[in-house]
């Protein structure tokens, strides 16, 4: 029986890694920053498993399916047709403004039926903070800037994505006591979707909420409140966090120091709910996700 010869590994190992591939071409660097650039389109993807989305999909969505299930025999009857103020066919009447007769119609918009594909979910988290100072000099914002930088992560076309916007600039759109002018800056927002959207909410509620002593949930509106409303068929719960309670967030807490002064913010969850009811089935699903809900 012959013995094989195991050849030795010397310290550095070619037989395992092979070598590495020759350079054909040198990377250009950018002219603003001076870095070397791919001559590819490098688009990060999920890296990790979120265990808020993985919740979602195992467990919330046949929840809230079984929830808000509304069981329709045959198919629904045809709208009912908007009559107009004016003929829209006189000459007299063509390019003037024609509301419909009774007023806005959306409160009365129907829910779509109920189906595995349009079961409510969350599409989008917007956070966004007013600066006052900012009318008079707008380097006020770099302060709520640098804090919804530190607290999303999110920057313009990050990580090779077309579609992310990073934090943005608001600003006014229409003159209000000649203290707002059109065009000038007076806050900040970001849109959060996808796998930043549930990291922000995990850590959200799982270390901010609980932490404060004054927060026992959002407060609902009473129960002899209108249903008709445009909000209560909009499908966004919104709710505002104020500026000491943003010392909870792990990304701020480290360095707390370093922002001159701390904003507070406003929260929208926006979801794919529409027509009558939309906004009771979006917190169902928010408070599937462990944010409470209060009624004083």
């Known amino acids: 029986m012959s013995m094989q010869v ?44 979120c265990r808020l989305e993985d919740h979602y999909h195992t467990t919330l969505k046949d929840d809230l399916m079984y929830m808000t299930y509304k069981h329709e025999i045959g198919e629904r009857p045809p709208p009912r047709q908007i009559r107009l103020t004016f003929d829209p066919e006189d000459p007299y009447t063509k390019h003037r403004h024609n509301p419909p007769v009774g007023g806005s119609q959306i409160h009365k918009k129907p829910a779509p039926p109920s189906s595995p594909d349009n079961v409510v979910r969350l599409e989008k988290i917007q956070l966004h903070t007013m600066v006052k100072e900012a009318v008079a000099n707008k380097s006020h914002l770099l302060a709520a800037m640098m804090q919804m930088k530190a607290l999303t992560g999110e920057s313009f076309q990050g990580g090779g994505q077309h579609a992310v916007e990073g934090v943005q600039v608001v600003r006014a759109k229409k003159s209000v006591g000649g203290w707002v002018r059109p065009g000038v800056p007076v806050g900040v927002k970001v849109d959060l979707k996808g796998q930043a959207m549930y990291d922000f909410l995990g850590t ?5 909420l609980p932490r404060l002593r004054d927060f ?25 966090l ?13 360095n707390v120091d370093a922002y001159p002064k701390l904003y507070g913010m406003h929260m929208h969850f926006v979801t794919n709910a529409t027509g009558v009811g939309a906004q009771d089935r979006a917190r169902a699903l928010v408070s599937g996700f462990q944010v409470p809900f209060v009624r004083r």
Do not use: D, W
């Not at 590994?9 to 791919?38: D, E, V, W, Y």
């Not at 959200?204 to 901010?208: D, N, P």
């Open 242 to 254: 104020p500026p000491n309670a943003l010392v909870f967030f792990p990304q701020i807490e480290v």
């Open 204 to 208: 959200l509620v799982e270390f901010v």
């Open 6 to 49: 195991v050849p030795a590994l010397t310290r550095h190992s070619l037989t395992r890694f092979q070598r590495a591939p020759k350079i054909l071409r040198k990377l250009r660097r950018n002219p603003k920053t001076g870095l070397p650039q791919p001559h590819v389109k490098i688009v990060t993807r999920e890296f990790a498993p």
């Open 216 to 240: 026992s949930g959002v407060v609902l509106p009473p129960q002899s409140s209108s249903i008709k409303t445009p909000s209560a068929v909009a499908g966004v719960v919104s709710f505002g």
